[in-house]
């Protein structure tokens, strides 16, 4: 580890660099470059190889090759479009040169008998092999240019930087770390010795300029030691960054919170079942938390039905005991008076007092609901992104509960953390959505993580069916024996277009042909262009049974309980993602009766369609189902945008990296143990201007 930190690049500016003035060194802070240290960590998106001269004749489409030759002619030619071809030999075949921009100066000085030397792609065009707008170099009176020593890097760039001018850059920083400058290698020898990799200033160097030979497929693959050396670096700062969020929460007070005893027998003697074991577990996890002096930041992760709520309401009553208000919020109302309903059948009988509320909530009853906050004569609160409203004032507020996390925004978070009146509330968040463990061990290392891997007795696992649209009528028919026998069944529209106008349109049209086709059954619609009191008033009647179909569009996703609907059509599923329709699978099955999802798709499906509707035929396991998620649209889209540093990873993916985060996550903790005087260093080397990504 080098100790001549006043030698280091990490320190000096751009400006440094021949021919870098204020008007260049601009251009680079947009790319998050500030010093010469920046400049050696940008880098290259992928190669060109560019050291050896390929014969025309051995030429094949959809390489990138040198090629060098004599001009045969040069002419203009027009058709649809006008372009210079220019042909070109070498004695063992001919290329056509095209240019479709082009200057007369340009024109005359490809003339018959120079000799030039080109790179480009080659590509099938109207005269057989030819290479488009390739660049090209004179080679005066028949001496040979030198190729390449080493493969050209292509950077990622800006306006007004062209790839000639990085390579001039990064030629000059590399000339500094030849001289003996100094590049800070962070990571202790014992970490990186058992991987035999090879030491940072080598690494840099090998990947800007990779010698002749390099081994160009494994570099493109990031599988290079080179390569290897720095994704590990990346991975660990990222991890840091979180770890060090983290622990600058864990210096919040918080309030010590013991388990229930007034509260918890008659709560649990009050429930037609028992806890099952995973519920059980889970619940001990967070009481630990709840029972030291710092926020609890506990991530609950269970499959669609696996009983989160219960877990929810047993860490609420913990808090509720020791005199401290409760929040819990959902993303949407729906979920919100879902929740409302079973938290006040478990404790109003305990004498506790909840409180609801959401944007419908107006007037008078809305004023009375935040005084009751304000006062803490509401003992839960209960509602959706109107908790996190700055005239919304708790009295004591000890926990947060927040359902399917994902759907709200990291501001909305911390506006929720600041209402603890002196103290930071605990914090519990709960998804049906799994993460895959990779994405969980990098993108939440700042949560612990509980997982409620057991479905209650008496569920049965979904039947899942394809079928092709051409089959409609025996879906249909399907519906009306499957009603008529008791059971109930919803519909869900999708629509390529994002647009709540054009999906309610679409589900009434399909809930009045469906109306037309079974006269006899009672046809309900839910979608997001309703009013809240619409769309809550027809919930509440297909929950009691009133409606036989329900018709909806994607709003039901989540937390509908209708424990008597048994089967579930989604229409066009190749739309959806993987995610959605594994929860969305989740409204059926909630029951004892056998119930089933089909996936009526359109032909013909992507690649990717495919791919989706056979995980959904192959497991109900959500776990598996989100990897398999991350496999066809990786973190970026499996995340969402909770965090936006991690798509602005340079080097590491998460999804081809996973396997090596066990070692990081030991490494991060070794750094905290031995090595402390790194972590910031590695973390604004790496995450530079996005550290505040993870702030939660």
Same mark, same amino acid.
């Given at each position: 580890?080098?100790?001549?930190?006043?030698?280091?690049?990490?320190?000096?500016?751009?400006?440094?660099?021949?021919? *870098?003035?204020?008007?260049?060194?601009?251009?680079?802070?947009?790319?998050?470059?500030?010093?010469?240290?920046?400049?050696?960590?940008?880098?290259?998106?992928?190669?060109?190889?560019?050291?050896?001269?390929?014969?025309?004749?051995?030429?094949?489409?959809?390489?990138?090759?040198?090629?060098?030759?004599?001009? +045969?002619?040069?002419?203009? #030619?027009?058709?649809?479009?006008?372009?210079?071809?220019?042909?070109?030999?070498?004695?063992?075949?001919?290329?056509? @040169?095209?240019?479709?921009?082009?200057?007369?100066?340009?024109?005359?000085?490809?003339?018959?008998? $120079?000799?030039?030397?080109?790179?480009?792609?080659?590509?099938?065009?109207?005269?057989?092999?030819?290479?488009?707008?390739?660049?090209?170099?004179?080679?005066?009176?028949?001496?040979?240019?030198?190729?390449?020593?080493?493969?050209?890097?292509?950077?990622?760039?800006?306006?007004?930087?062209?790839? !000639?001018?990085?390579?001039?850059?990064?030629?000059?920083?590399?000339?500094?770390?030849?001289?003996?400058?100094?590049?800070?290698?962070?990571?202790?020898?014992? +970490?990186?010795?058992?991987?035999?990799?090879?030491?940072?200033?080598?690494?840099?160097?090998?990947?800007?300029?990779?010698?002749?030979?390099?081994?160009?497929?494994?570099?493109?693959? /990031?599988?290079?030691?080179?390569?290897?050396? @720095?994704?590990?670096?990346?991975?660990?700062?990222?991890?840091?960054?979180? @770890?060090?969020?983290?622990?600058?929460?864990?210096?919040?007070?918080?309030?010590?919170?013991?388990?229930?005893?007034?509260?918890?027998?008659?709560?649990?003697?009050?429930?037609?079942?028992?806890?099952?074991?995973?519920?059980?577990?889970?619940?001990?996890?967070?009481?630990?938390?709840?029972?030291?002096?710092?926020?609890?930041?506990?991530?609950?992760?269970?499959?669609?039905?696996?009983?989160?709520?219960?877990?929810?309401?047993?860490?609420?009553?913990?808090?509720?005991?020791?005199?401290? =208000?409760?929040?819990?919020?959902?993303?949407?109302?729906?979920?919100?008076?879902?929740?409302?309903?079973?938290?006040?059948?478990?404790?109003?009988?305990?004498?506790?007092?909840? !409180?609801?509320?959401?944007?419908?909530?107006?007037?008078?009853?809305?004023? !009375?609901?935040?005084?009751?906050?304000?006062?803490?004569?509401?003992?839960?609160?209960?509602?959706?992104?109107?908790?996190?409203?700055?005239? *919304?004032?708790?009295?004591?507020?000890?926990?947060?509960?927040?359902?399917?996390?994902?759907?709200?925004?990291?501001?909305?978070?911390?506006?929720?953390?600041?209402?603890?009146?002196?103290?930071?509330?605990?914090?519990?968040?709960?998804?049906?959505?799994?993460?895959?463990?990779?994405?969980?061990?990098?993108?939440?290392?700042?949560?612990?993580?509980?997982?409620?891997?057991?479905?209650?007795?008496?569920?049965?696992?979904?039947?899942?069916?394809?079928?092709?649209?051409?089959?409609?009528?025996?879906?249909? %028919?399907?519906?009306?024996?499957?009603?008529?026998?008791?059971?109930?069944?919803?519909?869900?529209?999708?629509?390529?277009?994002?647009?709540?106008?054009?999906?309610?349109?679409?589900?009434?049209?399909?809930? &009045?042909?469906?109306? %037309?086709?079974?006269?006899?059954?009672?046809?309900?619609?839910?979608?997001?262009?309703?009013?809240?009191?619409?769309?809550?008033?027809?919930?509440? %009647?297909?929950?009691?049974?009133?409606?036989? @179909?329900?018709?909806?569009?994607? #709003?039901?996703?989540?937390?509908?309980?209708?424990?008597?609907?048994?089967?579930?059509?989604?229409? /066009?599923?190749?739309?959806?993602?993987?995610?959605?329709?594994?929860?969305?699978?989740?409204? #059926?099955?909630?029951?004892?009766?056998?119930?089933?999802? *089909?996936?009526?798709?359109?032909?013909?499906?992507?690649?990717?369609?495919?791919?989706?509707?056979?995980?959904?035929?192959?497991?109900?396991?959500?776990?598996?189902?989100?990897?398999?998620?991350?496999?066809?649209?990786?973190?970026?889209? *499996?995340?969402?945008?909770?965090?936006?540093?991690?798509?602005?990873?340079?080097?590491?993916?998460?999804?081809?990296?996973?396997?090596?985060?066990?070692?990081?996550? &030991?490494?991060?903790?070794?750094?905290? =143990?031995? $090595?402390?005087?790194?972590?910031?260093?590695?973390?604004?080397?790496?995450?530079?201007?996005?550290?505040?990504?993870?702030?939660?």
């Amino acid at each position: 580890m080098s100790t001549v930190l006043e030698q280091s690049l990490a320190h000096a500016p751009v400006t440094e660099l021949k021919n *870098v003035g204020d008007k260049l060194a601009d251009k680079l802070a947009k790319l998050g470059i500030h010093c010469v240290q920046d400049l050696l960590f940008h880098l290259p998106l992928r190669y060109q190889d560019r050291t050896r001269i390929t014969p025309i004749g051995s030429l094949s489409p959809n390489l990138d090759v040198v090629i060098e030759g004599e001009i +045969m002619l040069a002419d203009v #030619v027009f058709g649809k479009r006008r372009s210079l071809a220019v042909r070109l030999q070498d004695g063992t075949g001919t290329i056509t @040169l095209r240019f479709y921009h082009f200057s007369g100066a340009q024109k005359n000085n490809l003339k018959k008998g $120079a000799r030039i030397r080109c790179y480009g792609e080659v590509r099938r065009g109207r005269a057989g092999l030819e290479l488009y707008h390739p660049e090209y170099q004179f080679v005066e009176d028949l001496q040979a240019l030198p190729t390449e020593e080493t493969l050209t890097p292509i950077y990622p760039s800006t306006e007004g930087l062209t790839q !000639a001018r990085w390579r001039q850059l990064m030629s000059q920083v590399m000339s500094l770390l030849k001289k003996g400058r100094a590049i800070d290698d962070l990571i202790p020898d014992a +970490m990186l010795n058992p991987y035999q990799l090879p030491d940072l200033r080598s690494a840099l160097m090998y990947l800007h300029q990779p010698p002749k030979g390099a081994n160009l497929q494994e570099l493109e693959n /990031n599988q290079h030691p080179a390569q290897k050396r @720095l994704i590990m670096e990346e991975l660990l700062a990222h991890n840091l960054s979180l @770890l060090k969020m983290r622990a600058t929460i864990q210096f919040d007070h918080a309030p010590i919170l013991p388990e229930s005893t007034r509260f918890k027998l008659p709560f649990l003697s009050s429930l037609p079942f028992k806890p099952t074991n995973a519920q059980q577990r889970v619940v001990q996890e967070i009481q630990q938390d709840l029972s030291k002096g710092f926020p609890m930041l506990r991530l609950v992760q269970g499959d669609v039905g696996s009983g989160k709520t219960l877990v929810a309401a047993m860490a609420a009553l913990s808090a509720l005991e020791q005199g401290y =208000q409760v929040a819990l919020m959902a993303p949407t109302e729906i979920l919100a008076e879902q929740h409302l309903k079973n938290f006040q059948s478990w404790f109003e009988p305990l004498g506790i007092s909840l !409180a609801w509320l959401a944007g419908k909530v107006k007037g008078k009853a809305r004023e !009375a609901t935040m005084a009751a906050i304000k006062s803490g004569d509401a003992q839960l609160v209960i509602g959706t992104h109107a908790l996190f409203q700055d005239e *919304v004032v708790f009295s004591k507020l000890g926990l947060a509960i927040i359902d399917e996390q994902h759907r709200f925004g990291v501001h909305q978070r911390l506006a929720l953390k600041q209402k603890g009146n002196g103290f930071s509330p605990h914090q519990l968040i709960m998804t049906a959505t799994p993460i895959p463990r990779t994405l969980a061990m990098t993108a939440y290392a700042d949560l612990d993580t509980s997982i409620i891997d057991e479905l209650p007795p008496g569920r049965t696992p979904v039947n899942t069916v394809a079928i092709d649209q051409h089959r409609r009528e025996q879906v249909v %028919e399907r519906i009306r024996g499957a009603c008529l026998s008791g059971r109930q069944a919803y519909w869900v529209c999708t629509l390529i277009e994002e647009s709540e106008a054009l999906e309610a349109q679409a589900a009434q049209v399909t809930a &009045q042909a469906l109306q %037309e086709a079974l006269p006899e059954l009672k046809i309900g619609l839910v979608h997001g262009r309703l009013k809240p009191k619409e769309k809550a008033d027809i919930m509440a %009647e297909f929950k009691q049974g009133g409606i036989h @179909l329900l018709v909806a569009t994607t #709003v039901i996703e989540v937390g509908v309980d209708v424990p008597n609907a048994s089967l579930m059509i989604i229409e /066009n599923p190749e739309r959806l993602g993987l995610a959605q329709l594994h929860q969305l699978r989740g409204r #059926v099955g909630r029951g004892t009766a056998e119930s089933h999802c *089909v996936l009526m798709y359109n032909m013909p499906l992507s690649q990717a369609g495919k791919q989706r509707i056979q995980a959904m035929r192959d497991t109900t396991d959500g776990f598996k189902i989100a990897e398999i998620d991350l496999q066809i649209r990786g973190p970026g889209e *499996v995340l969402g945008t909770r965090q936006t540093g991690l798509m602005q990873m340079r080097i590491a993916d998460l999804q081809r990296d996973g396997y090596l985060l066990e070692d990081i996550k &030991q490494w991060a903790q070794l750094c905290q =143990q031995h $090595a402390p005087q790194i972590i910031e260093l590695l973390i604004s080397r790496w995450l530079g201007e996005n550290i505040q990504y993870g702030q939660v």
